[in-house]
């Protein structure tokens, strides 16, 4: 029952190095989404995708990119890393819009660290 | 756009009640959530109110007035592992996201 898998875990980048996060779900979702949350600003969005093939920005996509390829999967794509993205990453994943209530679905983070 | 305040920290004891209050302002009003967030780990979704009144699963309770754009989470019988940070949010005007508040860190004592 993995649910929402995140890979990696930990990260340490430096300046200027591009990197790229991986989101899978095995629940057949067809919403996700990139979250980053820093310490006092809750979770803010960077981009999402509402199908495969997909994508749309959020309130914060600046220095970020995304891929929706595949129905499961999610990248998030950071081609030149900066200090200010140093941060926590979570994807997400919902059920389409037929539901009145569709919950979010969690990964548990990806934490990078840009020195 | 749309912004949702609530308290940054709650404190209270084991086995007691506590509220934790969101005020939102948005464009267009899809639904009020609640998620909880232990330690930095995964946010898991709590409740969800699209109309107004109180919602009650077991211990949790949400309750939400679209007139006054407020809701608020009803935590009983505390436990300490309820200590966590508790976010409201609601849906975008594009239905298809949510706009999450800073976070209300709850923390329980003996």
């Known amino acids: 029952n993995a649910g929402v898998t995140q890979t990696p875990k930990f990260r340490v980048l430096k300046t200027g190095q591009s990197m790229t996060l991986l989101c899978a779900q095995d629940?057949?979702?067809?919403?996700m989404y990139w979250y980053r949350q820093d310490p006092g600003m809750g979770l803010r969005l960077i981009h999402y995708?509402?199908?495969?093939?997909?994508?749309a920005k959020g309130e914060v996509p600046d220095g970020y990119n995304v891929s929706r390829l595949k129905k499961q999967n999610f990248l998030l794509g950071l081609e030149s890393a900066a200090p200010s993205q140093t941060s926590v990453y979570f994807c997400?994943?919902?059920?389409?819009?037929?539901?009145?209530?569709?919950?979010?679905?969690f990964g548990d983070g990806t934490r990078l660290s840009i020195l | 756009g749309q912004s949702l305040e609530q308290p940054s920290e709650v404190t209270a004891v084991e086995g007691a009640i506590v509220q934790i209050n969101c005020t939102y302002q948005?464009?267009?009003?899809?639904?009020l959530s609640w998620y909880q967030q232990h330690d930095g780990g995964a946010p898991t979704f709590l409740s969800y109110?699209?109309?107004?009144g109180l919602e009650e699963t077991g211990r949790f309770s949400s309750f939400l007035s679209r007139s006054d754009s407020y809701g608020y989470l009803l935590l009983q019988e505390l436990q300490m592992k309820d200590s966590a940070s508790y976010f409201c949010?609601?849906?975008?005007?594009?239905?298809?996201?949510?706009?999450f508040g800073k976070g209300t860190m709850l923390l329980v004592s003996p």
């Open positions: 997400a994943s919902s059920p389409g819009t037929v539901y009145s209530n569709q919950p979010q679905h």
């Open positions: 629940m057949n979702h067809e919403y």
């Open positions: 995708s509402v199908g495969e093939g997909t994508t």
């Open positions: 948005t464009s267009g009003f899809y639904g």
């Open positions: 109110n699209a109309l107004d």
């Open positions: 949010a609601v849906r975008g005007s594009g239905y298809s996201t949510l706009t």
